[in-house]
Each structure stands twice: as structure tokens, then as C-alpha cells.
């Protein structure tokens, strides 16, 4: 039985290729940028449909009420008919009515600017969205074309997924910078 696994000696050279340890640094840091952008993305994502949700309770407030309000109007309507077998009576009834009316069509303009705010905020977070979803592909895309540094021994792969990763990044910036 063995005692135990034997590991390969530990060499500090990079035998040739000096590229390895700032390829493999470069490869590091585009990693932790794409956990960053994945990040990002997923709580944007998330925002967007939280605020999505908030704003289709709006617009569900708003369609009660103008359900209510249309419901108002009927009975306001139909006061009016009666009224003339009391007048005192069908004069209250109208002014309750009324009343009822107008508070309806003032609550559904509140809550129709609300939906309309929150759909705003959903909007901007599934821009932000896009832009961080954009910088995560461009930073997978450099970080490989990095890898392949190692594999074919031409700094030009280097340079090349450099700049993908940096334009990932610029990306993301203005995902950051948008309001």
C-alpha cells in the first residue's frame, strides 16, 4: 500500500517561455475582474425584475382604482335619478360621490407617476445590466485569448487578450456611470 501521493519536484524556472508568470498574473486579475462583472450583473439583473414587480403592483393599484372610480361614476349616476324623490338626500349622496371621484382620480395620477418612476429604474438596471453582461463576455474572451499565450509562446495573444480585457472594463465603467 502506498504511503501516500508523491508530487512532481517544484521548478522555479518557467523552462523557456518567460511569458508564464505575467501571462498567468494577467490570466489572475481578468479572473477576478469576470467575478466582479458577474457579479454585477446578477444584482442588476435582479434589480431590474424587483423594480419590474414593484411597478406592476402599481398599475395593478391603478386599475382597481379605476375600477373603483368607474364604479363611483355608476352610483353617482344612478343618485342622480333617484335624487328627485329626495332631494336632501340624493344632494348628500351626490357630494359623497363626488368626493369619492375625485380622490380616485388623484390617487390613480400618484400611482401612475410611480409605475412610471419605477419602470424608469427598471429600464436603467437592465441597461446596467447589458453593459456588465458585456464586459463579463469581453473578459472571458481576453482571459482565454490570454491562455492561449501559454500555449503558443506568442506575446501577440498576450496583448490581444489585454485589450479585450480593457475594453471589458470600459465597459463596465459606463454600466457604472449610468443614471
Not at 33 to 41: M, Q, R, S
Not at 45 to 56: D, F, K, M, P, Y
Not at 127 to 134: C, Q, S
Not at 162 to 171: E, F, L, S, T
Request: aromatic letters at 6%; a negative charge; proline letters at 2%.
Amino acid at each position: 500500500m502506498a504511503e501516500g501521493i508523491e508530487l512532481p519536484e517544484h521548478r522555479d524556472d518557467h523552462g523557456d517561455n518567460p511569458l508564464v508568470l505575467p501571462v498567468s498574473l494577467t490570466i489572475s486579475i481578468l479572473a477576478v475582474f469576470v467575478a466582479l462583472a458577474t457579479l454585477l450583473g446578477h444584482r442588476a439583473h435582479t434589480e431590474e425584475l424587483s423594480l419590474g414587480t414593484q411597478a406592476a403592483s402599481r398599475w395593478g393599484q391603478y386599475q382597481g382604482k379605476s375600477d373603483r372610480q368607474g364604479m363611483t361614476e355608476l352610483g353617482s349616476d344612478v343618485i342622480s335619478i333617484v335624487a328627485s324623490l329626495d332631494k336632501e338626500k340624493g344632494e348628500q349622496l351626490r357630494k359623497k360621490y363626488q368626493t369619492r371621484m375625485e380622490h380616485y382620480t388623484s390617487d390613480k395620477g400618484d400611482v401612475s407617476e410611480q409605475a412610471k418612476e419605477l419602470e424608469a429604474e427598471r429600464d436603467l438596471a437592465a441597461r446596467k445590466a447589458d453593459r456588465f453582461d458585456g464586459r463579463e463576455a469581453l473578459l472571458e474572451i481576453g482571459l482565454v485569448i490570454c491562455s492561449i499565450t501559454l500555449l503558443a509562446k506568442k506575446k501577440a495573444f498576450w496583448f490581444g487578450g489585454m485589450a479585450i480585457g480593457a475594453a471589458g472594463v470600459v465597459i463596465a465603467l459606463t454600466g457604472l456611470l449610468l443614471h
